[in-house]
């Protein structure tokens, strides 16, 4: 999966996604990410959801004939048509407070012993934060599951008949497994080619796992908080890649820009997103990144007129990496990985591998985005098994030839380098 995310408040009313598609489409994305698009609770914010079959009244064009699923339906058709299948956020860990669930449904809500609703809540830096306008769904206790399971079914039909083809499972790990391994067959007999996605983020490894295992097709991984240097990423794509694939981002909703985090400077975005489209079988990147965006997105108070206008342009760069990504088996599915000794404490060389593929792959990445590096090594044949020569797929500055004995290179600051035994898609 290589997927665009889409972000409907900055995006604005549906047809104005056209322009937004097609630029996804000529990057070689595959998939349209939506964050939730139905009508948000008095907080405005769209993980607060009021009413799960009714469309954010800020997506629709007043001036278009059509009516606002229709738009939906047209504009999702667009995607398709370009090549991107389109994905929804499903949300259903917890509603809006004040949605008319909290009082039609009172069971499938989760109350204190006063009586009041009980909001989801996280720690974070030491301190707990509560989503004061979220009531959390009662999945564990509920006196009524299979009406709450029926809803949730429900919820799933409506958005494929939009036009939605996967799901990002939002906070999954607050949904039983138990449901979502029901959820998730009951969808599949009907739609078999339909994704699941959890969005695990903030769970430990075993979580993960332990969420994967009700059917999810992929996971969210950890790799956009990674040093470059420790072991913990590696060791968490080992236990997680043995039972299901996941997906690496450079930044999201959920976190600062990328840009802004590094000042500006395009070569920390080019080699984040080459590192996370190479490292595991998917990879995600918000709308906005190929441009340097420095303002994050905000659930409740982004708007289109926040687009901003910049001197980066990634676009380029950003299509020749998904192609590497397209092209290369061994990008496209979870591989074995390894950290490789470095004669330069500022260039990470990594090892991937997959016996299922028979394919290797040598990277280079120069984390230092500021300046060259110098990497020296005797002889890569001492790094790969198969005997078979290497050949340089990198996404820029390619060489027509790689000596492997020594093998020695300037790397351009934040410049990575991709080396792979050639391997046709598929064998042995």
Not at 71 to 92: N, Y
Not at 109 to 123: K, N, Q, R, T
Not at 409 to 415: D, F, K, N, T, V
Request: aromatic content about 12%.
């Amino acid at each position: 999966m290589i997927v665009y995310n889409l972000f409907p408040l900055l995006a604005g009313p549906l047809p104005g996604w056209v322009p937004h598609i097609e630029r996804a489409a000529a990057m070689g994305f595959d998939w349209l990410f939506v964050n939730p698009v139905q009508r948000p609770g008095a907080s405005g914010s769209i993980y607060s959801i009021a009413d799960y079959f009714e469309l954010n009244s800020a997506l629709i064009e007043p001036t278009d004939r059509r009516s606002g699923e229709d738009q939906l339906r047209w504009v999702l058709g667009v995607a398709r048509d370009r090549g991107l299948r389109p994905m929804a956020d499903l949300v259903i860990d917890h509603c809006a407070a004040d949605s008319e669930l909290v009082a039609d449904h009172r069971d499938w809500i989760v109350f204190d012993s006063a009586g009041a609703v009980i909001h989801p809540s996280c720690e974070q830096d030491g301190n707990t934060v509560e989503w004061v306008d979220l009531a959390k769904f009662d999945h564990h206790g509920t006196a009524d599951p299979e009406g709450l399971y029926q809803y949730c079914l429900k919820v799933v039909r409506h958005l494929l008949g939009l036009g939605f083809e996967g799901f990002r499972c939002d906070a999954a790990y607050g949904v039983p497994a138990e449901l979502w391994r029901r959820l998730i067959a009951d969808t599949k007999k009907d739609r078999p080619r339909t994704v699941f996605v959890a969005e695990t983020l903030g769970c430990s490894p075993w979580e993960t796992i332990a969420t994967a295992g009700a059917g999810f097709d992929f996971v969210c991984n950890s790799a956009k908080w990674w040093d470059f240097r420790s072991h913990w990423l590696l060791e968490q794509h080992k236990l997680i890649g043995e039972l299901v694939a996941s997906i690496a981002f450079p930044e999201s909703h959920d976190t600062p820009r990328l840009a802004d985090e590094m000042n500006g400077n395009p070569n920390a975005s080019k080699l984040w997103y080459l590192f996370t489209a190479s490292f595991s079988a998917g990879c995600l990147m918000p709308v906005g990144f190929e441009f340097g965006f420095r303002r994050s997105l905000d659930v409740v108070s982004t708007r289109p007129e926040y687009w901003e206008t910049t001197s980066v342009d990634l676009r380029e760069f950003i299509a020749a990496v998904n192609r590497l990504k397209a092209d290369q088996p061994i990008f496209s599915r979870e591989s074995s990985m390894l950290l490789l000794p470095s004669s330069n404490p500022a260039v990470l060389i990594m090892w991937q591998g997959s016996a299922t593929l028979g394919q290797e792959a040598l990277l280079f990445f120069n984390t230092d985005f500021w300046h060259d590096q110098y990497v020296e090594v005797s002889d890569l044949r001492a790094f790969v098994q198969s005997g078979q020569p290497l050949v340089d797929v990198s996404p820029e500055f390619r060489m027509d030839y790689v000596a492997v004995a020594p093998f020695s290179y300037q790397l351009r600051p934040g410049q990575g380098v991709v080396l792979v035994t050639p391997s046709p898609r598929g064998s042995p």
